[in-house]
T-cell receptor
C-alpha cells in the first residue's frame, strides 16, 4: 500500500526550511528518501532502518518514528539545488519487502 | 558510487513494434532489479521485481505477456514491451539493488517511450 506524503507541494525562498512527511498504514521496516529532478532519474538520499533513527546529509536530515509508522525529511537553509520532487519509499513485510513509493512532494526553491 | 546504466534513453516507434530496454549495474552486482513506469508529475509505479535467474514478480494489473522481463545476470535486466500501442507510451525507469530492502535502490536515467 502506497505511503502518504504531505504536503503535495512546497514553495520556498532560498534559506528557508521545509519538512516533508511520509506515513504508512502498515508496519515499516525501513524508509527510503529520494529526490528526482525534472526529466532525470531519482537520486538516493538516505535510508532509515530503525525506529527513532535520525540521519543527516549536508543540510538534509530525516527521522523515523517506527511506532507512529512515520518518517519526516527536514530541509534546512534550502538552496536552489534542492528543487525537485521528493519521494519516500517504504518497505513492509508484505510482498517480499519491496519498496513502494509515495506520490511525491514537489519542492520549489526560489531565489 | 553505484551506477546504473539504462538505454535507450528515448525510443519513438510505430504501433505494433516490440521495444527492448536494457538496465545494467556497472560497478556492483544487483541481486534485485525493479522496473517502474512513471506518468508526468506522478509517482513511480512499480511494474515488476526481478531477481537474477528467476522469473519476475509482476504487480497487480501489469500484464506479464505484454511486459517481458529477463534478468539474465547479476548486472543485466531487460524489459521488452511487446506489440506496443500508444497507451504504452510512458517513462520507464529501472533500478538495481545489491542485497535486501534495507539497501538503497540505484536508478537508471530512464527511457522515454513514444508509440505513434
Amino acid at each position: 500500500q502506497q505511503p502518504v506524503q504531505s504536503p503535495q507541494a512546497v514553495i520556498l525562498r532560498e534559506g528557508e526550511d521545509a519538512v516533508i512527511n511520509c506515513s504508512s498504514s502498515k508496519a515499516l521496516y525501513s524508509v527510503h528518501w529520494y529526490r528526482q529532478k525534472h526529466g532525470e532519474a531519482p537520486v538516493f538520499l538516505m535510508i532509515l532502518l530503525k525506529g527513532g533513527e535520525q540521519k543527516g546529509h549536508e543540510k538534509i536530515s530525516a527521522s523515523f518514528n517506527e511506532k507512529k509508522q512515520q518518517s519526516s525529511l527536514y530541509l534546512t537553509a534550502s538552496q536552489l539545488s534542492y528543487s525537485g520532487t521528493y519521494f519516500c519509499g517504504t518497505a513492509t513485510n508484505t510482498g517480499g519487502f519491496k519498496t513502494i513509493f509515495g506520490a511525491g512532494t514537489r519542492l520549489f526553491v526560489k531565489a | 558510487g553505484a551506477v546504473v546504466s539504462q538505454h535507450p534513453s528515448r525510443v519513438i516507434c510505430k504501433s505494433g513494434t516490440s521495444v527492448k530496454i536494457e538496465c545494467r549495474s556497472l560497478d556492483f552486482q544487483a541481486t534485485t532489479m525493479f522496473w517502474y513506469r512513471q506518468f508526468p508529475k506522478q509517482s513511480l509505479m512499480l511494474m515488476a521485481t526481478s531477481n537474477e535467474g528467476s522469473k519476475a514478480t509482476y504487480e497487480q494489473g501489469v500484464e506479464k505477456d505484454k511486459f517481458l522481463i529477463n534478468h539474465a545476470s547479476l548486472t543485466l535486466s531487460t524489459l521488452t514491451v511487446t506489440s506496443a500501442h500508444p497507451e504504452d507510451s510512458s517513462f520507464y525507469i529501472c533500478s538495481a539493488r545489491a542485497g535486501d530492502s534495507n539497501q538503497p535502490q540505484h536508478f537508471g536515467d530512464g527511457t522515454r517511450l513514444s508509440i505513434l
